[in-house]
């Protein structure tokens, strides 16, 4: 087993051991902290840590947490059931889970790790060790792709067209489903809402009464279209910038471990939505409207593409239910209650914007 040195929310690192370390931390990793730096700097160890700070500070400013291993070269990131410890001599990253994990997650986990690998823009899955509670893929280097989109609003934009397109294309024709009734994922979504331990919650946090409302008007919405035939593919599920890492020879999506299957342009909005979330792009229809386009003209198969064009809007709106399940079957605390608020402020600007576009369109066509 692998005994981790507890720091909390400290990153603490050894330059002498390895730069790349550093790196990997400054572009990828979030945190407001920086505990220690190797004592051989001398004078310069305030000038390194002034410069790091300002650039988390700048650029990446979420408080993570983060530890050195005993060994050298190897670094640890606390997530969720467990550490992800990165071995920059082997070129591997692990997922190490907490020994209270049950076994089915973990089996879980490393079975939706694998299927991804048949990606080949996705990490490669190397091995599992199930004894060890643990599983090892292909560490992805580069620079995380929304550090990029911070400095240049244009990224996102030529991100897509460059590479993301074509993903999402192949990502559409990945265990596809074709002839899901929208009544089908209704009833899977729905039902999330309406169970009693939502209700509770209510109580404690107020602001899921809002988030309700407008989860429940969506499915109202749908509900007009039951009957209407959608497709769900493999889908990753958090398909954004911030999963995103590139390099000069190649653009990388990590981090599968929610991938499941969903709707067709899940991944497709989730993209874009993200990017309006954390305003690197403004919410316009105009930028939904090019993208589609360019999806459509990486499908292949005329039925895929016909339903794409007719259920578009549909599709939409299963997104927001979609990626508001995703958000509130967490462990449900302040900040995801917020990330799910500001997003419903997002989808509401959204509809405002495609119902004013149909009311001026009706009013034209009069």
């Known amino acids: 087993m692998h005994e981790f040195s507890k720091l909390n929310n400290i990153i603490y690192i050894n330059l002498d051991k390895s730069t790349d370390v550093l790196w990997h931390l400054v572009v990828h990793y979030k945190s407001n902290h920086i505990g220690s730096l190797s004592p051989s700097l001398g004078n310069r160890a305030n000038q390194y840590l002034r410069i790091i700070k300002e650039v988390i500070r700048r650029k990446l400013g979420k408080t993570r947490e983060v530890v050195r291993l005993p060994v050298p070269g190897l670094l640890a990131l606390r997530v969720h059931q467990g550490f992800k410890v990165f071995n920059y001599k082997d070129g591997t990253v692990s997922k190490v889970f907490a020994s209270s994990v049950p076994e089915e997650i973990l089996r879980k986990e490393i079975e939706t790790t694998t299927s991804a690998s048949r990606l080949d823009f996705a990490p490669k899955f190397i ?207 302040e900040g995801f209650i917020r990330v799910a608020s500001n997003s419903v402020l997002l989808f509401k600007a959204h509809e405002a914007l495609h119902n004013d576009q149909a009311g001026k369109g009706k009013h034209a066509h009069e």
């Not at 939502?198 to 309700?212: M, N, Q, V």
């Open 127 to 333: 091995k599992d060790e199930p004894e060890k509670k643990s599983y090892t893929e292909e560490l992805v280097t580069g620079q995380l792709a929304a550090v990029d989109a911070r400095i240049d609003s244009r990224f996102s934009l030529s991100l897509y067209d460059s590479h993301i397109a074509d993903y999402l294309a192949r990502m559409i024709t990945t265990d596809q489903i074709p002839d899901v009734q929208v009544s089908s994922i209704l009833h899977e979504l729905s039902d999330f809402i309406r169970d009693d331990s939502f209700s509770r919650l209510e109580t404690k946090y107020p602001a899921l009464s809002e988030i309700g409302r407008f989860y429940t008007d969506i499915c109202g919405d749908l509900e007009n279209f039951a009957d209407k035939s959608v497709i769900k593919c493999y889908s990753h599920g958090d398909f954004s910038l911030e999963n995103i890492i590139a390099s000069r020879r190649n653009v990388k999506v990590i981090d599968w471990e929610g991938a499941e299957s969903r709707s067709i342009l899940n991944d497709f909005f989730n993209y874009f939505f993200t990017e309006m979330y954390y305003r690197r792009l403004h919410v316009s229809l105009e930028i939904f409207d090019s993208a589609k386009q360019k999806l459509l003209d990486r499908l292949d198969g005329t039925l895929v593409k016909e339903n794409v064009k007719s259920c578009y809007d549909i599709y939409c709106k299963i997104f927001y239910l979609e990626r508001l399940k995703t958000i509130l079957e967490r462990d449900l605390n």
